[in-house]
């Protein structure tokens, strides 16, 4: 039988408290894992630590805003005083602001890149830093199929993801001497906060039926013809950290249903 169990190792999941973050800290639960659910929302950040612990691991929660490089170190710190170390780091923090070039405002560019891909490279450099001497963990960074295939208005967003995919095999490489694995999931369509908050501006006005048709513009084009779901992405976060992945590094998986075939 194949088993994945996760007893007595810790994971950190930036932008825990919702969407795929929440499907990915709880799923590492499942298998036994301590998580750290980071996020700058702490109120909802605690309520996915009380859904931890319903399932008997440890939970604790970290305000964050990923952009604070400094704040990664206190992050690690007190992972490791609390939980007693860090095996799996899951950079999953980010923002969706998708339009065309010219309706971008500058502050608009600067948090996609800042959140995006600075916040991972902080996230990345922070858990390097606790693993490598130690010669042991795994680092799983969230991109998007947006920086494998030119989806509709994605040029900053797909640019920062772009990024992180770059930034994952780069890394995986100066890594690799210490045994550690570093991939990056690219989600196709999930339907999150994210996306609830673009096809809001899509649809104008928040009309529920003009929501689901556009939704569903996007989700007929993917070759499954359904959306993904966030246990989805969270499966094979789970997977990456497992002995199951131990040769598998310096690659970025799409999980779409197709879309970047
Ligand atoms: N939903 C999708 O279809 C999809 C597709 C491709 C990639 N992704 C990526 O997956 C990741 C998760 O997206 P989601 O759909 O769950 O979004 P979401 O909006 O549901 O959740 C994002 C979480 O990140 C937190 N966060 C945002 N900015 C932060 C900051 N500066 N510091 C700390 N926490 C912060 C939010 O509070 C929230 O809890 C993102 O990196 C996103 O780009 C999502």
Same mark, same amino acid.
């Given at each position: ?29 499942? @298998?036994? #894992?301590?998580?750290? $659910? ?6 909802? !950040?605690? +309520?996915? =630590? ?107 967003? @797909?640019? #920062?993801?772009?990024? $992180? ?6 890394? !995986?490489? +100066?890594? =690799? ?85």
């Amino acid at each position: 039988m194949i088993d994945i169990n996760m007893n007595g190792k810790v994971a950190i999941v930036t932008g825990a408290a919702s969407g795929l973050g929440k499907a990915i800290a709880l799923r590492f639960a499942q @298998a036994g #894992a301590d998580v750290v $659910v980071a996020d700058i929302n702490i109120s909802s !950040a605690l +309520e996915t =630590a009380e859904e931890i612990k319903s399932l008997c691991r440890k939970a604790i929660t970290f305000q964050i805003d990923t952009r604070d490089s400094e704040s990664f170190s206190k992050l690690i710190d007190t992972t490791t005083d609390n939980l007693g170390g860090l095996d799996f780091m899951i950079n999953n923090a980010g923002i969706g602001i998708m339009k065309p070039i010219h309706e971008y405002s500058t502050d608009e560019i600067d948090r996609l890149i800042d959140i995006n891909l600075k916040g991972t490279i902080y996230g990345c450099k922070a858990a390097l830093a606790y693993m490598m001497p130690r010669n042991s963990g795994r680092i799983v960074n969230l991109s998007s199929i947006a920086a494998k295939m030119a989806t509709p208005a994605s040029s900053v967003y @797909a640019s #920062a993801k772009a990024g $992180v995919m770059a930034l994952t095999a780069a890394l !995986a490489r +100066e890594a =690799a001497s210490s045994n550690i694995n570093i991939n990056a999931i690219c989600p196709g369509v999930v339907r999150t906060d994210m996306w609830e908050k673009q096809l809001n501006e899509m649809a104008g006005n928040g009309n529920e039926e003009e929501k689901a048709k556009i939704f569903a513009s996007f989700t007929d084009m993917i070759p499954l013809k359904r959306p993904q779901e966030p246990v989805d992405i969270a499966n094979m976060a789970v997977f990456l950290c497992s002995d199951l992945a131990n040769n598998i590094t310096a690659q970025s998986f799409a999980v779409d249903g197709g879309s970047t075939i």
